[in-house]
């Protein structure tokens, strides 16, 4: 079944398959995908808890880590409760709009965890470099408009995926080999030029991904050079501990990320059970990890969850 307007014409929906190649096998990957889900959307949860109700984390780290944790949710709730409709209950079926919509929250809220990571790295250069100055140099308004701006800068870049794509005519064959909608998957059943719609993509990739990769990088050598500057192990030790777990994050969030969009535009060779299953990662494992890695590694979350754990929280 075909819908048609003004300019064109599309599917009333798309079918998607999964993981290829590992249909068989399906049910039972769904399970570790579960766990990892309820693990991720207990664990930010609990985050945006602990720091709504804690009035002493309401620094301008714990407000960051709050964005973070809901950017989290966000991410990791378009894709997962179809997927695992996908591989559990064989509805494979997704309408026309709801796919756009997923484009869109996945790469808007992609776009946004890039930025808070990168406000997450200004937040730590300024608390080492400025510790005297940090309270007021990264007030909460200024914690706030900086916010807004990593969202107001993920909505508007990627708004015009969906716009181009929705004006574009398809192709008959309207099946995705993959778990979720995705920007390059979905412009693959375009039956017209796609070269504008790929050479802005790359645009927003660089331009958004690089510049938080460069500001990231930037602002961590400068956190260096002061760390390298003071004068005791132990003063050296406990500065590169509380950047710890900002850098663990960011890896998790890179790394996959990184590979998934390289072979989604370059790896022809790399086989697509690989491709597909990294681009699942990189939705999921990182809002699983990250309040497992910020909730072991910082001292005032970690008390308070096992405060509420023993039943002694007020």
Known sequence: MWASGNSSSHPASFILLGIPGLEAAHFWIAFPFCVMYVVAVTGNITILHIIRTDHTLHQPMYLFLAMLALTDLVLSSSTQPKMLAILWFHTREIEYHACLTQVFFIHAFSSVESGVLM???????????????????LTTSVVIKLGAAVMMRGL??????????????????????QSYCEHMAVLKLVCADTSVNRAYGLFVAFSVVGFDVIVIGVSYVMILRAVLQLPSGEARLKAFGTCASHVCVILAFYVPALFTFLTHRFGHQVPQVVHIMFANVYLLVPPMLNPVIYGVRTKQIRDRVIRGCSGKEP
């Open 119 to 137: 406000a997450m790295a200004l937040d730590r250069y300024v608390a080492i470099c400025f510790p005297l100055r940090h309270s007021s140099i």
């Open 156 to 177: 508007l870049w990627v708004s015009p995926f969906c716009f181009m794509i929705s004006r574009m005519p398809f192709c008959p064959n309207k099946v995705i080999p």
